[in-house]
């Protein structure tokens, strides 16, 4: 039905309003299909520690009635199941408000070297339970005009990954740097050496001219990690997406994370880059546009004596 307005549109005085039809219902369609794509992942998803409870609490009512011990085991198995999907639902609770608002320019000034320093506080005791160390290298302020409750999103969510698939014994640091050009904000990590592989995830929109201009506020968190493959890389910020085989311990991802920071990011025009070389460690950063500071007002008339 749309090959033939499309056809009669080309050979009338207006093509181009006929082939705007068509891109739009192409995207509309996409969209259609990422968002029954999405729900089938998060229905499997949650169906999956579902199903693991079911079947515990059958086996419990079942043969495991009188064996104390099977039932302490399949009781604390049921309580990481419940968590899990517990930190499933928070994730993409948190993804849908993300989602709604990320037309919203956000409008506070927020100091993300603060937000750096709050992160180490909050995480310091899980990095401390798994011997990884952390610190914060963030003393200056560094304002940017965003949401400071999905910034501090965002360096918590970056900050848990890198201690979550940390060693033992390494350290995490998370680094905070402004009034940096886009070229050093997105380059001017060199931590992993060459060997490195390297992607941008959410590029800056906005006029070129603009962008010249513009100063970046950095947020980097390094881990010496497992590191991740490079032909992961560009797919890291897909909703669901994990690496295969990256044991993680028991506090298990959702694969949201990074699609949450990804959102946020977009929505304050920032970038996003990572940096991973496989047994050696990664570094994510996260570049956010400062606000053009205003020449001064240049005083007029004579100077008073
Ligand atoms: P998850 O909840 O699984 O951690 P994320 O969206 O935050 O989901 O991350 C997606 C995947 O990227 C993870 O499952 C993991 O495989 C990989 N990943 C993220 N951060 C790191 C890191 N610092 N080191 C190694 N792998 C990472």
Redesign the pocket.
């Known amino acids: 039905a749309h090959v033939i307005p499309l056809k009669t549109g080309l050979e009338g005085p207006f093509p181009w309003r006929a082939l705007l039809v068509m891109s739009d219902e192409t995207s509309i369609k996409r969209a259609d299909r990422m968002r029954a794509d999405f729900l089938a992942n998060a229905s499997h998803e949650l169906r999956t520690p579902l199903a693991s409870l079911a079947g515990f609490i059958e086996t419990l009512r079942g043969h495991a009635r009188e064996d104390i011990g099977a039932r302490d085991r399949f009781l604390s198995i049921m309580q990481d199941q419940t968590e899990r999907m517990r930190r499933l639902i928070d994730d993409l609770l948190s993804l849908s408000r993300v989602e709604m608002d990320e037309h919203l320019p956000p409008s506070d000034e927020v100091d993300v070297a603060a937000i750096a320093r709050d992160t180490v506080d909050v995480l310091g005791p899980i990095a401390r339970e798994k011997g990884v160390m952390i610190e914060a290298d963030a003393d200056e302020r560094a304002i940017v005009t965003g949401q400071r409750d999905q910034l501090i999103e965002v360096a918590q ?1 970056l900050v848990e ?2 201690i ?2 940390s060693v033992s014994g390494s350290r995490v640091v998370i680094e905070v740097r402004g009034g940096l050009t886009r070229e050093q904000a997105e380059h001017s990590s060199h931590s992993l050496g060459n060997q490195a592989a390297r992607v941008t995830i959410a590029v800056p929109s906005g006029s070129a001219s603009g962008q010249a201009k513009r100063r970046f506020a950095v947020i980097r968190v390094r ?1 010496a ?4 493959e490079r032909r992961h890389l560009p797919r ?2 897909e909703r669901f ?3 295969d085989g ?1 044991k ?1 311990g028991p506090k298990e ?7 949450i920071v990804k959102h946020i990011v977009s929505r304050h025009r920032g970038g996003f880059v990572v940096e ?1 070389a496989q047994g050696e460690g ?1 570094v ?1 950063s996260v570049f956010l546009p400062m606000p053009v500071e205003k020449p001064a007002i240049q005083e007029a008339g004579p100077a008073r004596s």
């Open positions: 969510n990954n890198a979550k698939y881990d990690g497992v590191g991740i890291l910020s997406y994990r690496v990256q993680s991802g959702t694969g949201l994370g990074l699609a991973s990664s994510f």
